[in-house]
């Protein structure tokens, strides 16, 4: 192997002084954001488009990342959100009938950067330890750093806490959807037979969060984050869901939360939400959130419903939680994480008012949670 062949091309500074070398690929410069990881085997185009990774950095744990290349089919919004990727290995040529795309060059053309060659083992047990790091990311194929000015700027990165995100990667003004979810051999069908009128508040949604709805029998509008109650009201719904998204949820629930309580006050309207909604859901009945170490990230984690005792296999992605210890009178905790025993959902005992941390729609399990949507759908036609 040649003298350029071994030179690092991508540098990973953490807020503690501790650097990670490795080679660059994807788009060239610097970025500083908080690192976590993400334990999926598959998936990572759609984690890369998750709006809930706004701000954040993925380390993903399962080293063969980039392999299958990428399709537009699979985003989850129009870009890339998170700031950039952690690997193992550096991706091969991609090898899968559907790939539209090298994810390499996906991710130059985007603007995101990746470094490839990483103890992603070692840097996990860090996470695991210490919480999630700030840390600033560069890609230089001249392989030139600046590491006191990179462990400067990790250390100046203001952290996730405090921080609204979901103004940053709402949309910008309402839309109505109506794409199902993808089945063989036809792809994405539109619905044409809706029952239900749905308003979704947009905090980051996920496109395929969208698509359950619709294929649960929703006629979906999509209104920004910032929607107040008189606008989510203009649109005559049948039931509100809460969108997925990104940032400190107090920060988020500042506006997000008077609209919220306006609903639940106003109407008896069925109310459905999840991740970010989840927790917003939360705050306007009285309870609190709290920053966790490290987060939930990854595909593969079991999630008791208390009622039944059934354990579902779902999706997370979460750097927050729902202090299920703040919970008021008359909201039951529904579901809880058989990890660490965190909240993972609610519902209001007399009302058809309800919400979950994980993501149903990321086809966990593959189908354990889906009953969800249908759950919703149920409550707003017996409404």
């Known amino acids: 192997m040649s003298a350029a062949q071994t030179t690092p091309t991508a540098c990973l500074a953490l807020a503690d002084g501790t650097i990670f070398y490795g080679q660059g690929f994807g788009a060239t410069g610097q970025t500083t954001a908080e690192l976590c990881f993400n334990t999926a085997m598959t998936g990572y185009q759609e984690i890369m488009t998750d709006p809930s990774y706004a701000g954040q950095i993925v380390t993903f744990t399962f080293p063969h990342i980039g392999n299958t290349g990428v399709t537009p089919e699979d985003d989850e919004t129009q870009d890339p959100v998170a700031a950039g990727m952690v690997v193992k290995w550096m991706p091969t040529q991609s090898s899968n009938w559907r790939a539209a795309q090298e994810l390499g060059d996906w991710l130059k053309a985007r603007g995101r950067i990746a470094i490839g060659g990483v103890d992603t083992r070692r840097l996990t047990r860090a996470i695991r330890q210490q919480g999630a790091p700030h840390v600033a990311l560069a890609h230089d194929p001249e392989g030139k750093f600046d590491l006191e000015a990179l462990v400067a700027a990790a250390r100046g ?9 979901a103004k940053d990667v709402t949309c910008a003004q309402s839309y109505r959807w109506d794409e199902m979810r993808w089945a063989w051999p036809d792809g994405y069908q539109r619905q044409t037979d809706a029952k239900h009128k749905v308003v979704a508040v947009d905090y980051g949604a996920k496109r395929n969060i969208l698509r359950c709805l619709a294929s649960a029998g929703c006629d979906v509008t999509v209104l920004p ?15 509100v869901f809460l969108s997925n998204g990104p940032g400190d949820p107090a920060a988020t629930g500042a506006y997000a939360v008077p609209m919220i309580r306006d609903l639940l006050d106003k109407t008896q309207l069925p109310v459905f939400g999840i991740c970010l909604g989840h927790q917003m859901l939360a705050l306007a009945l009285g309870a609190k959130t709290i920053k966790m170490n490290h987060g939930h990230h990854g595909a593969n984690h079991p999630v008791k419903e208390v009622e039944t005792g059934k354990v579902e296999i779902t999706s997370m992605n979460h750097g927050f939680a729902v202090d299920s210890q703040t919970l008021p009178s008359g909201v039951l905790e529904t579901h809880v994480s058989l990890f660490d025993g965190s909240n993972c959902g609610i519902r209001m005992a007399d009302r058809p008012v309800f919400s979950v941390q994980h993501h149903p729609e990321a086809s966990p399990g593959p189908q354990d949670s889906f009953y969800l949507f249908e759950r919703f759908a149920a409550s707003m036609a017996a409404a």
Do not use: C, K, R
């Open 157 to 165: 990165f203001s952290g996730l806490t405090g921080l609204d995100l």
């Open 225 to 239: 984050a910032s929607a107040s109650y008189d606008e989510v009201m203009a649109h005559a719904p049948d039931g």
